[in-house]
């Protein structure tokens, strides 16, 4: 669809000795759904009785991010819990017991948000020279703070793997998803249209621009991973597993209705698992992020919590509970 072949990139996961399901699809179509749903390893369908199935209540959502099955069974067992700044509220965990980030705001989401819309926001750029002091207190939403956000996430990755202390950190980089901020080398992308974190339907662009601009912020994006994955598969000493997983697809053919859009783009997703001991007995080509933390725990944790059908559900932006079960629908070609 995009006319970029990625195996190239596939390939050097699997020589750097990670399982890659190459059938793998997205349980959910929306990170506010898909990744609550992996981080408690189970369909959150039942959320629809709770919040009611026409309803706008994302805080159920934030709660099983912010405190899933799998942080708590982790912090039970004694891991230390690290974080990485994401620029993305329903998986900012400032609560963890370590946390980074290129800055020290103590500002609120809503301040944020609303210096972001003022005069201050229109001329405000990260990037620009202020003072240390000045920037570290503004992370306003824009192109350049998304930017700079999303470079010391893959430059600082390492650094939780260094912890010593048996540890789950968790990192959510959002890219190569919109908006489109870093062109194939890591440098800035000129966007001449107001700052949107919104990607599928609220893009504000073409398919075409979409689809040239992901290519370019995905190749970067490998460029990225790959440094960071020899940088602490090589200096780290401890046992380790690390997930690499999409909470969904692209969406340059994301409409605003079902019929109007692409399953099939939308929920291929990467899904890659390094375990060090080489134990991927229980992974398959088809395994998808809710089963995820079931074979890792049973693998390493002596649990037996029974694999879950895999299936994939659709629901609107703006009603996020309207779940419709589109797992035998997906199909395998889209329009151009």
Same mark, same amino acid.
């Given at each position: ?39 408690? !390893? ?8 709770? +919040?009611?199935? $026409? ?28 974080? !990485? ?16 980030? #290129? ?22 750029? #990260? ?8 920037? +570290? ?6 192109? %350049? ?32 998803? #919109? ?7 890591? %440098? ?82 990467? /899904? ?18 809710? /089963? ?16 879950? #059908? ?8 703006? /009603?996020?509970?309207?779940?419709? $079960? ?11």
């Amino acid at each position: 669809m995009f006319g970029y072949d990625n195996s190239l990139f596939l390939e050097a996961l699997r020589e750097r000795g990670f399982y890659v399901a190459d059938q793998s699809r997205s349980n959910y179509i929306r990170a506010a759904v898909s990744i609550p749903s992996s981080l408690n !390893m189970s369909y959150i369908n039942f959320v629809e009785e709770q +919040a009611g199935w $026409d309803s706008l209540n994302y805080l159920p959502l934030y709660d099983m991010t912010h405190h899933g099955q799998v942080r708590d069974l982790l912090e039970g067992a004694g891991y230390t819990i690290a974080a !990485m700044d994401t620029d993305y509220p329903l998986t900012d965990w400032k609560n963890a017991d370590i946390y980074l980030s #290129p800055y020290h705001s103590r500002l609120s989401e809503f301040e944020l948000v609303f210096l972001g819309k003022s005069a201050m926001g229109a001329v405000f750029d #990260p990037e620009f020279p202020f003072t240390d002091e000045f920037r +570290a207190f503004l992370p306003l939403p824009n192109y %350049g703070t998304r930017r700079e956000k999303l470079r010391f996430e893959f430059d600082h990755l390492p650094e939780l793997y260094s912890i010593d202390a048996p540890t789950f950190a968790f990192v959510h980089i959002i890219a190569p998803h #919109p908006p489109f901020v870093l062109d194939r080398d890591g %440098g800035p992308l000129a966007i001449r249209r107001p700052y949107s974190p919104v990607d599928a339907e609220g893009f504000g662009g073409t398919v075409e621009e979409y689809r040239s601009l992901y290519i370019q912020q995905l190749q970067y994006t490998n460029q990225a991973i790959l440094q960071a994955l020899d940088s602490v598969l090589t200096n780290s000493d401890r046992p380790l597993v690390i997930i690499i997983q999409g909470d969904h697809g692209s969406g340059s053919q994301m409409g605003e209705t079902l019929e109007a859009s692409c399953m099939f783009e939308r929920t291929s997703i990467l /899904n890659a698992y390094y375990m060090s001991d080489g134990k991927t007995d229980l992974l398959y080509p088809s395994i998808t992020p809710v /089963n995820s933390f079931r074979v890792i725990f049973n693998t390493y944790l002596g649990t037996d919590y029974p694999l879950l #059908p895999d299936r994939t559900y659709y629901s609107p932006y703006v /009603n996020p509970y309207q779940f419709v $079960d589109i797992t035998t629908d997906i199909g395998s070609t889209c329009r151009e």
